[in-house]
C-alpha cells in the first residue's frame, strides 16, 4: 500500500492541456516564419517564449490570439481554457486616441456589457480598483496620450485584470518600461499563475525567464526545447536557437513533414529536412 502511495506521490498526473499546436506553420503571405511546431501546453503554466530576433516568437502568439491563420498544420485552444486576453507590444500601441485612462481600462469589461453597453456603479469602482491595483489610483481622468511609457503598460495591465481571463497572452510586456514598473507587473503575473491561469509571455531577457517563469519555449522558426526552463536555457541550446535562426532561407516555401510531439518536453530532434542556404 506504502509503495501503491509513494508512487502516485512521485508521479502526479498531468495537468489537462490549455492548448495544443500539431505540425504548425505559420506566415505572412504563405511566406513560413514558425515551421513544424507540435507542442502541448497546460493549463496554469507560466512560459516564456524565447528566442533571437526573428525567430517567430510574436507570430506564434498572435495566432494564438486567433490574428493569424496557419498555413499548415492545426493550433487548438481547447474550450476549458476560457476567454483569451492579447496584450501587443508596446511600441504597437497608438496612443494618440483621446480617450481617459478610466475609460481605456473599463474597455477590458465589455465581456460583461458589450459594446454599446453602459457602466453600472459598480463596475465604475471596479475599474478604479483596478487602476489602484497597478498603481495608479487617481489616474482615470488623464488621457492615455499623458502617460509615461511604463504608466501606460500598467493601465494595460489594469484592463487585462479587468477581462478575467484563463488565457493570457504577453508580447513583450516588460520591454523599455522602468525596473520598478516590470517588477511590479512581474507580481501581477505571479499572481495570475497562483490562480491557474495560463500565461505565455514573450520574452528577450533570459535572466528575468530563468528567475520567473518556470518553463520555456525556446523558438528558432523551428521548436529548439520545451521544458523546465533550466533544462532549455543551456547554453548549447541558446548557441543552437542562434544558429538556426541565422542559417533559415527567407525565401524557402513552406515545407512538408511532421514534427515529434512534445509535452513540455526538455529538447527536441530536428524534423528530416533543412530550410537552410545553400552553402550554410
Known amino acids: 500500500m506504502y509503495a501503491a502511495l509513494h508512487a502516485a506521490i512521485a508521479s502526479p498526473e498531468p495537468r489537462p492541456s490549455a492548448l495544443r499546436c500539431h505540425n504548425l506553420t505559420l506566415g505572412y503571405e504563405q511566406h513560413p516564419a514558425v515551421h ?57 500601441m497608438d496612443r494618440s486616441f483621446p480617450i481617459a485612462v478610466h475609460d481605456m481600462v473599463a474597455m ?108 520555456t519555449l525556446l523558438l528558432a522558426r523551428e521548436l529548439v526545447a520545451f521544458g523546465d526552463t533550466p533544462e532549455v536555457l543551456t547554453p548549447d541550446n541558446l548557441l543552437r536557437a542562434r544558429r538556426m535562426t541565422e542559417a533559415f532561407d527567407d525565401a524557402a516555401p513552406p515545407c512538408e513533414g511532421v514534427a515529434e510531439t512534445l509535452v513540455v518536453a526538455p529538447s527536441h530532434r530536428d524534423h528530416g529536412h533543412s530550410h537552410h542556404r545553400h552553402g550554410a
Do not use: M
Not at 513544424?36 to 528566442?51: F, K, R, W
Not at 457602466?119 to 489616474?139: T, Y
Not at 494595460?156 to 516590470?182: C, G, H, M, V
Open 36 to 92: 513544424h511546431l507540435t507542442a502541448d501546453v497546460p493549463v496554469g503554466g507560466l512560459i516564456a517564449v524565447v528566442g533571437p530576433n526573428g525567430a517567430g516568437k510574436s507570430t506564434l502568439v498572435k495566432a494564438i490570439a486567433g490574428l493569424l491563420k496557419p498555413i499548415d498544420g492545426r493550433l487548438e485552444r481547447l474550450a476549458s481554457t476560457g476567454r483569451l486576453a492579447y496584450l501587443p507590444q508596446l511600441a504597437e
Open 108 to 215: 477590458g469589461l465589455w465581456h460583461e456589457v458589450g459594446a454599446l453597453g453602459r457602466f453600472n456603479a459598480s463596475q465604475r469602482a471596479r475599474v478604479e480598483e483596478a487602476l489602484g491595483a497597478v498603481g495608479l489610483a487617481g489616474f482615470g481622468r488623464r488621457t492615455i496620450g499623458t502617460l509615461s511609457g511604463g504608466q501606460f503598460q500598467r493601465a494595460l495591465f489594469a484592463r487585462l485584470l479587468l477581462q478575467d481571463a484563463q488565457l493570457i497572452l504577453l508580447d513583450e510586456p516588460f520591454a523599455s518600461i522602468d525596473n520598478r514598473t516590470a517588477q511590479d507587473l512581474l507580481a501581477l503575473v505571479r499572481q495570475w499563475h497562483g490562480q491557474q491561469r495560463t500565461v505565455i509571455a514573450v520574452l528577450h531577457d533570459v535572466e528575468q525567464v530563468r528567475q520567473h517563469f518556470p518553463q
